[in-house]
């Protein structure tokens, strides 16, 4: 009896020694860690090197894009094609090295509530949920272009009736001699058979054109808005993050920003043609986010916990929600929509959809190696 009552004892006493012990690791691991040798210049410095590299990796396609006009083939189309598709395999790995790891790895942080401990799968349930939020919100806005559009035709096919007494329709005979080089011989009907049909299939054409800028628009506008939540997030990561590990990181997303910079810029060109100023505000908007994240991040490093439960939580929601709308972009508003369904990538030459797919793969490539240090 002596002998199990001391090997009860025991095991009571270990027990309770490794339950103290975990505990206290847990609170280590959660404490606010001590930044020795902060270097307040180096930080400060940080933000104008990420805003200079993040503004050369935007601007960069967008320029080639308007110094000039281009026709398919130049050097011009190949560059900016190289750009736009090297851009989309940047977009698939920043999704899938960078951001879903470092979700999942958040949700399963000893410094999280317990609540969160008991589903290890929040990370994939937050990508999935943005995922179906960003179709239902394309969905709409898409349908309401559709809308949109129909009024228009419709507007135009009341105006091309025989009888018209409103002071916006024209004549049916004067708008055919206004579109036509030849009109001396043809007879009133014929005229107005011919200018009926040649408005039907402009307006059919320009509705085609509209939806699919509008498309085009909308995810862009969507796809940025992931980045940003994103930049936001590694800025403050940054400002806070150890000395001895400050440079590595910065050097790291110098190169992150640069190329995410440029997978941004080849989209904002599809959208924004013959214009300057809603591109320089695209722009601009992802520029500035990482170099604003790290000036938070400064500002608050004295008091700032990174491990703390509320801060690893809201990183570890951030990031999945950024992460569903990069993969749902990269895959449906990118390569499904430019490869997939693209009667102009069906129709180029082999030698260009190798380089397309080449292009892709190599800027998943830089991107998943970058995922070592950042």
């Known amino acids: 009896m002596k002998l199990l009552d001391r090997s009860f004892a025991f095991i009571t006493f270990f027990l309770l020694y490794t339950t103290v012990s975990a505990q206290e690791v847990a609170e280590d691991e959660c404490s606010a860690e001590s930044l020795d040798d902060y270097n307040m210049g180096l930080r400060v410095g940080s933000i104008f090197i990420i805003l200079i590299t993040s503004g050369l990796g935007t601007f960069t396609p ?37 951001l879903l790891p470092e979700a999942m790895e958040n949700f399963g942080s000893p410094c999280l509530d317990e609540g969160w401990k008991q589903y290890g799968a929040f990370a994939g349930v937050f990508c999935m949920i943005s995922s179906f939020g960003l179709q239902l919100l394309e969905l709409a806005a898409v349908s309401n272009v559709d809308r949109l559009i129909e009024k228009k035709e419709q507007k135009a096919r009341d105006c091309e009736e025989p009888i018209c007494e409103t002071t916006d329709c024209t004549p049916a ?64 990561t940054l400002a806070n993050t ?67 439960s509320s801060s690893i939580l809201a990183s570890a929601i951030l990031d999945s929600l950024s992460a569903g ?50």
């Open 62 to 98: 967008m320029l080639i894009h308007r110094i000039r006009p281009y026709s398919p083939g130049s050097f011009q189309d190949w560059i900016l094609t190289i750009g736009k598709f090297f851009g989309t395999g940047v977009l698939l790995a920043t999704a899938f090295v960078h």
């Open 173 to 236: 005979n004067t708008t055919a001699s206004i579109g036509s080089s030849t009109t001396q011989t043809i007879p009133e009907k014929t005229d107005g058979h011919q200018h009926h049909h040649h408005h039907h299939g402009h307006s059919h054409s320009a509705g085609l054109l509209e939806d699919e800028n509008a498309f085009k628009d909308i995810n862009t506008v969507i796809l940025e808005l992931g980045i940003v939540m994103h930049s936001i997030i590694i800025g403050i």
């Open 242 to 308: 150890q000395s001895t590990e400050f440079i590595t990181l910065l050097i790291a997303l110098v190169f992150h920003q640069f190329f995410e910079g440029i997978a941004l810029g080849t989209r904002v060109n599809e959208i924004c043609k013959g214009n300057w100023v809603r591109p320089f505000m695209m722009g601009m908007l992802y520029i500035v986010m990482t170099p604003i994240g790290i000036s938070i991040g400064i500002g608050i490093h004295s008091s700032f916990n990174p491990n703390s």
């Open 325 to 374: 709308i990069l993969l749902y972009n990269a895959y449906i508003s990118l390569m499904s929509m430019e490869i997939n369904h693209s009667e102009a990538f069906k129709q180029s030459s082999w030698f260009r959809k190798c380089v397309c797919f080449l292009s892709m793969y190599v800027g998943a490539g830089v991107m998943a190696l970058i995922g070592m240090w950042a």
